[in-house]
RNA sequence: GGAGGUGUCGCCUAGUUCGGUCUAUGGCGCCCGCCUGCUAAGCGGGUUGAGGACUCAAAUCCUCUCGUGGGUUCAAAUCCCACCACCUCCGCCA
């Protein structure tokens, strides 16, 4: 979210700063107008409730016999209060609500376009030559079924479509992948936190998932919570309506949790195996820190993204998305793109964005620095999504009778496991 | 889910009976100063927070803030209603 002064003093840096997002640069000239309403109507209000404390003091102290005069005096103004109340509640609900909808400026130098104009940044590690090799790979599914590790059947039996059930050796991968995530972020000074996966209104708005994102977002009316689609959520609300010690940014956290989407829009969509599910668990991270520290906070998670693939021994490739594609949040985004065999072509595993101010306003967090309260900013990255992840570690390390070679980093947390093998 | 209790400026606390000098008391802590080889103690002073106006800055001023939101009233920490959180007990339950 923009800086509300920002608005009075200098919208047209605003307009700029919005440019690649066409759809809200009208947004603005109507924040501006609701902005001066809503000052006006503040001061009126404050001018007046001021009078009135007086007038209530004189009251007070009045005799008798001056007593029902001001009390007529009184009563006439305390109507007057009333209405300007209303008035100034009404302008700062319009303005409120204006600003809620303005994504987050993006920066100038990232790529202008739809979900297409994608920039590859880096491409690292080289695919297999399954050609040379001299077979097909199999897909995930297919090598999960052999192994006993996916059981896509049944858990659409249970929860209905996009749902599964990790088995056996697929259910140790996940939690060796969650526990080597952990140790990771943990080695790299993130704090770890086990966060809800079911939140109130008000974090949910605060990150952003209510606007364009809201038809993907699971909602309980019977309590009135979401079920986050990212932990992201939890971790951003969990410093909401706090003042932060500036010494203590940054604040480094890796957040575990259950991620829920409704993945509406999606139809037909990636609908063999895991690669697209309603529920999945990942472990992410999520950073506050300085607005002028953002960027580089940045590179830093999105390298914490790459060193974690890479030691994986993962093909991927690293692009900047398009300012388009990316959401009311964002104001950047990289993603990591891990290759996939049985398709041939790199998919999306991991993604990292810098939301800036944009939900610490929304949240109302800011930092307490030398010369007074200021705002901070906050960034997520995924450090590993489950289930993509095994798509990936099967795929690529899948071998002729359809064993899969356990990447060395991994088979720590697997008591030593080097293979595994299909079921006899 | 049921019954009862609690929620005050970092922490503890007075104030709520009976609405108005509450512009919220006191202690702890913290900050500044004095005193003293050093430290501690002692003495004096300061200390809710946020938003805004003005200013180079300071000073000053205004609004909001006694869990949150409404209501009553000329006036609410105080009265009424709803909600939230916590505590105790009961019930249910992994």
Redesign the pocket.
Known sequence: MIDP?LIRTDPDALRRAQAARKESVELIDQLVAADEDRRAAIAAF??L??E??D??KA??KATPETRPAL?TQ??E??DK?KEADEFTKVAEERFTRLLMELPNPVYDDVPVGGEDDFVVKETIGTPRDFVAEGFAPRDHLELGELLGAIDMERGTKISGSRFYVLTGVGALLELALTHYAVSKAVEWGFNPMLVPALVKPSAMEGTGFLGQAAQDVYYLPADDQYLVGTSEVALAAYHSNE?LDANSLPLRYMGYSPCFRREAGSYGKDTRGIFRVHWFDKVEMFVYCKPEDSQEEHQKLLACEKDFISSLGIPFEVLEVASGDLGLSAARKYDCYGWVPSQGKYREITSTSDCTQFQSRRLNI?A?YADG?GPVATLNGTLCAMPRMIIMILENFQNRDGSVTVPPVLRPYLGGRETLTPLA
Do not use: D, M, P, T
Request: charged share 35%; aromatic share 0%; net charge positive.
């Open positions: 002064k404050e001018a409730r001021s009135q404390k007038l209530g009251v007070a009390l009184a009563k103004l305390a209060v003042i800011r307490r309260v």
